[in-house]
């Protein structure tokens, strides 16, 4: 049964009324128009609608919306501030670390929630902390690239 | 239905041209008459090359390459300086978009950030066979140089005849024409407004050459990459029209199983549902996808199976259905195999199988359709607009003007993505819905019901001299393909054939086509041959090659690699492999280590160097040669479909394994810049050596010589 239940998205309130077991991504994507986290896989195998929930990176799929609703949810969307990419977004966008791109909403958001528990993470911390995010383009030594430049941004600029 | 073309000389082996789309529709006589009474088309200017070139006979054949003459077609300038670029390719994460607009941008002599493409929109663009085969580069950047030279040069003449001076005392540059004599300049936008740039493309225009290129062979970002680090890009699946409903389509238990039983009552008293049954198609739309899903659990259906064979079995069963008479088309007779083969001083025969792997784009097959007045428009992500538009205009019996097919952007694809499937499914619920329905295949659907890469057998006999000279080379292909099937070794005695199946799986192109399993098995044989000679890899490859592209991109390969390397561990291994398609050549070294306690193969580095002649995004081009590289090594090492009784058995990411950042080995490329050669395409070439690298380290490393493909699954010890 539908019930009303309230996120917390990129800083804004919406009410939304969806059954209890429906996947967060489905709300963000088909009732929200958050389009940016994408379908991948609907089994959390690809990270490709992976969001911070408390901070801490989740797949959208396999979260319940009511589980969703307690803490600060945050998207791809809500990264950019005032203009002003966030600094993971702009290493992407600088090392050119994306190629048909669809995976990139999920690597972007996990490597923000990776940054904020290790501000300076090693490669093969990135690995370990990305294995679950597929990029079927093959653009990962980049990617890695980029995660570490961001650190380098944040550590000289702040987020 | 686009007959499958004989003629078809571009790549013949991809197959999936002749399947026929996996739903028949039977339009009731009424709609058939309502819909072509709607549905007449007016083309907006009966002078538009477009609209001339698609109603041209025969334009449907794939052979055909027609490009249209006419300006308009292609290119056009803006009153306000804005510069468009028409192509029917579709931007698939290869970044066509940008050397495109680079390609223009060059040639017309503006700023890259006054350009912009219009892609894959069959209302829009030129006819366009597909974006496979790595044809966007060699095809259309030429064609756009010319159309850009071809405005470039009318332009000046405008302003000549302005001023009342010679053309030739012109300069275009930076977006204007200038009179360096008097100083006076105007800008494209000034000589362009009220005016109507309608003029046949000379055919001998000048175009420059690459070594004078200043705006090609930049490394200029992807355009648009804000709206993708944004998330703002929207794919297809991502589209939302107003009154959009979302579909969902009723599979089959297996392959080929019929309906035998049917009941939708349950579904079809559902509040806001549509159920749609046109012969063995069964699908619901509704206003969310949970909804559909509901409908679609709700149809009581029966199925008919029928037997099917088993991924155990399909290497026996390839060898054994073989078509009696081999493909006319690839055999190549030179000499007498049989008197090299008796000559020879050393004898290698062996056997090689390939799997079938499917390309598991990350957004799956999508489409939303809309219908308005008896007409058609699908948003999809697909490698064949055009082909998509013929086939729907079939389907539903329109006039294919009455059909608009558009790609958004879209997730990448691989060579998956040339059927329409999931349109016609969005097509057909839609027009039962009276509204738009988004069709969006789950991961499971994509790797059941999209085609596969096909596996195959290959049978290689070959000899040398003492010397390390080849001898003798007898290669046959069984099913897989015959792309790259041709030696580039010289060779005096040698027999290639390629040997056609029928289907088994829903079969099609991959990245690359069968070059990479011919490759493996060629390359693989090359080592082994190599170590029966007992010479070096790379010297034994040098002696028996003449084609100095290829010994170039092996000489510039070693040099970065370090080879002969030195062994510093136990079980390290170094391997290599080279080859040419498409006119590009690659050389490929890899570096394994097999870890002691658990066998498992670990690729510790691979070495690539790629030349396609001039290069015209260096930026772009190193994103799709690692990307080439990283995939090649899941196919390698562990990809493979299962299936057995017509169902496939790892239909997911957890089961069917595709390289993710721990398997990522450090990867350096070395891309060789020919501006005396033209660009070739990039897409499908660097991905061809990369099993055969691996391969080799690993046999450098073990001793033990893995001829199947995926090499090690589950590990060394399961091969």
Known sequence: ?159 | MSEPSGKFVLEPERYEFAAAPMHQFELARRDFFKLLGAGIAVFAIAKDATAEQETAPGHRSFHNEEWPKDINAWLHIGEDGTVTGFTGKAEIGQNARTELAQTIADELRVPFESVRMVMADTALTPFDAGTFGSRTTPTITPQLRRVSAAARDILVEAAAKNWNVAPERLVAADARVSDPASGRSLKYAELARGKTLAQNLPAEDPVTPAPQWTIAGRAIPKVDGRAFVTGRHQYTPDLRPAGMLYGKVLRPPSFGATLTAYDDSAAKAMTGVFVVRDGEFVGAAAPSADEAQSALDAIHAQWKEVPQIANKEIFSYLKQNAAAKTDDRFRKQRGSVEEGLASAAHRVDATYTVAYIAHAPLEPRAAVAQWADGKLTVWTGTQRPFANRDELADIFHLSESDVRVIVPDTGSAYGGKHTSDAAIEAARLARAAGRPVKVVWTREEEFTWAYFRPAGVIEVKSGIASDGTLTAWDFHNYHSGASGIDTPYVVLNQRTEYHPVPLILRSGSYRGLAATANHFARETHMDALTRAARMDPLDFRLKNLSDPRLRAVMEAAAKSFGWPHKKTQERQGFGLACGYEKGSYVATFAEVVVDKSSDAVRVARMVEAFECGAIVNPDGLRNQVVGAMIQGLGGALFEAVEFENGRIKNPHFASYRVPRFRDVPEIETILLDRKDIPSAGAGETPIMAVAPAIGNAIFDATGIRLNNLPMVPNGLRSA
């Open chain 1, 1 to 159: 049964m539908a019930k009303r239940i309230e996120l917390d998205i990129n800083g804004k309130r919406y009410p939304v009324d969806y059954p209890a077991d429906t996947a967060l991504l489905y709300v963000l994507r088909d009732e929200l128009g958050l389009t940016g986290s994408k379908y991948g896989c609907g089994e959390g195998q690809c990270g490709a609608c992976t969001v911070l929930i408390g901070g801490a990176p989740r797949r959208s799929c396999q979260i319940p919306v009511s589980a969703a609703a307690a803490k600060p949810i945050t998207t791809i969307e809500g990264l950019e501030k005032d203009g002003r990419l966030n600094p993971v977004q702009q290493a992407f966008l600088d090392a050119g670390a994306f190629q048909c791109a669809y995976c990139t909403s999920g690597m972007i958001i996990s490597s923000v929630g990776l940054l904020q528990t290790n501000p300076n993470p090693s490669r093969a911390e990135i690995v370990q902390f990305l294995q679950g995010n597929v990029c079927r383009c093959g653009t990962h030594p980049r990617i890695i690239d980029a995660v570490q430049q961001a650190a380098k941004m944040i550590e000289e600029h702040g987020r």
